[in-house]
């Protein structure tokens, strides 16, 4: 896939896992990142690009708006940060603009409850709704805003749908959900050291994850 800086190469097996690698235009490879294609689409008002000090010319993240419905300022429900696997694809995207974007979180730690109930009914529920997205990326530990901001959020969501799928690559096993949080879908892969159990369709889970996007279209 080309991009302003340099070209994309896609390993992308039927069950979902993918390696972005990049490679400068004297073929040199300066770096690779993961990403899920998955079944999720999230609506979203994009408004600006984010560089960090670690990326290569071929990375990259975006700013974005959940806004599952509406145009207008009011619609737009909450901030957070995606990094994205073919950033310098979209370079001539011009921002800000509403966006399809297809949403992954891979997870760091992960609760999981086989049902609405279960969840209400725990210290957890007591607590937090059982739809929640919480952009903790866009934070310092001291809790001022950060000025590189990361890809980072907590997520609590209702599991749509769910499976355990194999790696093509390693031959090892990890667990895949679609889950419905505050502001829309997203595909939330697990490794099962995280989590040994399937999340079952009709239950909450709850964790922190480091999000991978890609812009579907406008």
């Given amino acids: 896939m080309t991009a302003t800086a340099g070209d994309y190469l896609r390993w992308s097996p039927a069950s979902g896992e993918e390696l972005w690698l990049q490679v400068t235009p004297d073929h040199r490879v300066i770096g690779m990142n993961p990403h899920f294609r998955g079944r999720s689409s999230m609506r979203v008002w994009l408004d600006s690009r984010i560089a960090r000090d670690d990326h290569t010319t071929l990375d990259g993240a975006f700013h974005a708006w959940a806004m599952p419905e509406?145009?207008?300022?009011?619609?737009?429900?909450?901030?957070?940060?995606?990094?994205?696997?073919?950033?310098?694809?979209?370079?001539?995207?011009?921002?800000?603009?509403?966006?399809?974007?297809?949403?992954?979180?891979?997870?760091?730690?992960?609760?999981?409850?086989?049902?609405?109930?279960?969840?209400?009914?725990?210290?957890?529920?007591?607590?937090?709704?059982?739809?929640?997205?919480?952009?903790?990326?866009?934070?310092?530990?001291?809790?001022?805003?950060?000025?590189?901001?990361?890809?980072?959020?907590?997520?609590?969501?209702?599991?749509?749908?769910?499976?355990?799928?194999?790696?093509?690559?390693?031959?090892?096993?990890?667990?895949?959900?679609?889950?419905?949080?505050?502001?829309?879908?997203?595909?939330?892969?697990i490794d099962p050291a995280v989590l040994p159990e399937l999340p079952v369709p009709g239950g909450v889970v709850m964790g922190s994850f480091w999000l991978s996007g890609r812009i579907l279209g406008g």
């Fill in 70 to 189: 509406g145009d207008d300022e009011d619609a737009r429900l909450f901030p957070f940060v995606f990094d994205a696997p073919d950033a310098d694809v979209h370079a001539a995207l011009a921002l800000p603009t509403t966006a399809l974007v297809q949403l992954a979180g891979f997870a760091h730690d992960l609760m999981s409850f086989p049902s609405l109930d279960a969840f209400t009914a725990s210290p957890r529920g007591a607590t937090f709704a059982s739809k929640a997205f919480v952009p903790t990326g866009l934070f310092a530990p001291d809790g001022e805003e950060a000025p590189q901001p990361r890809a980072y959020a907590i997520i609590i969501g209702h599991v749509m749908e769910s499976a355990t799928l194999e790696n093509q690559l390693t031959h090892l096993p990890y667990h895949w959900a679609l889950v419905h949080t505050y502001g829309g879908a997203l595909d939330v892969v």
